[in-house]
């Protein structure tokens, strides 16, 4: 296809060309209605070998998958193996791979440095629970990349939250937390609270709603987590004060520098910095929650890409190369409540040998200095072609992304945080969008808020092949939609 490179967008700018019409968003989610029934037929005749794969999984394991987030009807899509920047399902379909393990293989699949790391070091013993050189090896690169001195491991991305949470609470001695109504950031009970929320029940910027997220979390739990906007740093200070005022000073601030788990959404200029003195002047601790842009956006993550530096930052996903992974980092100061024990930092399977010499080849044989260049240049073509794919259709919208991050808002208003993201995305284009991808051999993350994450193994044809789906798409669309 003839592909277009413009220039690209300001973060929240919506794109359109000159003298091109939108097409109707009303009308838009009318032919996204008929074009899903076809492609989600397209998708299960396709997947005959995932549906008979399903049918024995339910048998034994809950709704067929190990997580509900790996859950979809009627079926989901069973893989076998994973090359490169590919991956093949169980009827040997080839995917470009733009899901990546929601965001943990920026390294791409079996790479081999982590290959070779991995096989050596099962030979020698896979778990002690006693420290292995490799860990310090780990937490001296870390430092380095983040400009924060102490760390400790863990297993997953929540539990990095967990414990950096309590970490927060243990140092200041106060209950209630502040997070970002909307983001994600993990599943256990402290966090799993104000998102996937009907837009009816956010409330205003001032005061939004606690809300839990599913059953089972106890509302004393839930009433501790007061959720604020993102890219509003004066809303946030005036929360701060009212729970100030009630003798309620947070113990923390948890957040993403840049929002993942809302497509992508990037901090306006001074934001997070106005954040950084607020906490400061009050004594909050700042946790970046880096599970997701951690090694994927930077080699310092977030912290480095945007200049400012969090008092504790959570690290999963990419830090494992594609083994269970997490760490928590911080300053002397604040990891002394942990080496003098009055925090209990703990776990059995903290700095596991087999994911400590993975995490070592990724971060010093994989993800370098030239990786982030080739994640850079790769995401600016993608971002640029696709904008100009939405602009040429006149699809309302825009792409944004940073590295190896990435989406194409479908929108038609720009998205700063939860409020306008649920009034102004046309909901039904993500999916429509991932049913179009599926069936012509790249994969994405599901669900609407889900961003791309690129591997240092993608190439120019992958991102190809991701154009060539949204051309195909935004032309089904337009075609009767205008
Ligand atoms: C920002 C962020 N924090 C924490 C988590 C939780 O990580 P895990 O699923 O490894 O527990 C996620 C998972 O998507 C995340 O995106």
Redesign the pocket.
């Known amino acids: 296809m003839a592909e277009t490179i413009v220039p690209r967008p300001q973060a929240g700018q919506v794109v359109s060309e000159p003298g091109h019409r939108m097409v109707d968003p009303a009308a838009l989610r009318v032919r996204a209605g008929q074009l899903a029934e076809l492609e989600e037929a397209r998708l299960r005749a396709g997947t005959p070998g995932s549906q008979r794969m399903h049918e024995r999984a339910v048998r034994s394991m809950t709704s067929g998958v190990p997580s509900s ?1 790996q859950a979809r009807e009627p079926w989901p899509i069973y893989l076998t193996h994973g090359e490169g920047s590919r991956v093949w399902d169980v009827d040997g379909t080839e995917y470009a791979d733009f899901h990546n393990g ?2 943990s293989m920026v390294q791409g699949h079996a790479h081999p440095a982590i290959v070779r790391a991995v096989r050596e070091r099962i030979g020698l013993g896979s778990h002690f629970a006693m420290p292995t050189e490799d860990s310090l090896v780990v937490s001296e690169e870390l430092a380095r990349r983040f400009g924060l001195p102490q760390w400790r491991y863990v297993n ?6 967990m414990d950096a949470i309590r970490i927060a609470r243990g140092v200041t001695g106060r209950d209630t937390i502040i997070k970002i109504f909307g ?5 256990h009970d402290y ?1 799993m609270v104000s998102i996937g929320t009907p837009y009816a029940d956010i409330g205003p910027a001032e005061h939004m709603n606690s809300l839990g997220y599913g059953a089972g979390i106890p509302q004393v739990v839930i009433d501790l987590t007061v959720p604020v906007p993102f890219n509003d740093a004066s809303a946030m200070e005036r929360r701060i004060e009212e729970l100030d005022a009630q003798g309620r000073l947070p113990a923390c601030v948890i957040m ?1 520098a840049a929002m ?2 809302l497509g992508v959404v990037l901090p306006e200029p001074g934001y997070l910095q106005a954040v950084r003195e607020i906490t400061a002047r009050y004594g909050i601790v700042l946790i970046f ?5 951690g090694l994927c956006v930077a080699p310092g993550g977030a912290t480095e890409r945007f200049g400012v530096r969090p008092d504790m930052v ?1 690290l ?2 990419a830090l494992g190369g594609g083994l ?1 992974s ?1 760490a928590v980092g911080a300053t002397a100061e604040i990891m002394e409540v942990v080496a003098s024990d009055r925090v209990k930092q703990v776990g059995t399977f903290n700095g596991n040998p087999l994911t400590m010499a993975a995490a070592r080849a990724s971060l010093l044989e994989v993800l370098t200095a030239p990786a982030y260049d080739h994640l850079d240049r790769l995401n600016d073509r993608l971002i640029g072609g696709c904008d100009a794919i939405l602009a040429r259709h006149g699809i309302p919208g825009y792409t944004v992304g940073i590295s190896s991050k990435g989406c194409v808002n479908f929108t038609d208003a720009p998205i700063r945080d939860y409020t306008s993201f649920m009034a102004h995305q046309v909901a039904e284009l993500p999916e429509l969008a991932w049913l179009y991808n599926a069936n012509r051999g790249v994969l994405m993350a599901p669900g609407r808020e889900e961003e791309w994450t690129l591997s240092v193994r993608h190439t120019d044809a992958d991102v190809d092949r991701y154009l060539e789906c949204l051309d195909r798409l935004a032309h089904d669309l337009v075609a009767v939609a205008v």
Do not use: F
């Open positions: 987030y929601y965001g997953s991305g929540s539990e990095a939250t983001s994600y950031h993990g599943h966090v993403e993942m788990n929650d880096e599970v997701k842009t959570t999963a996903k269970p997490g």
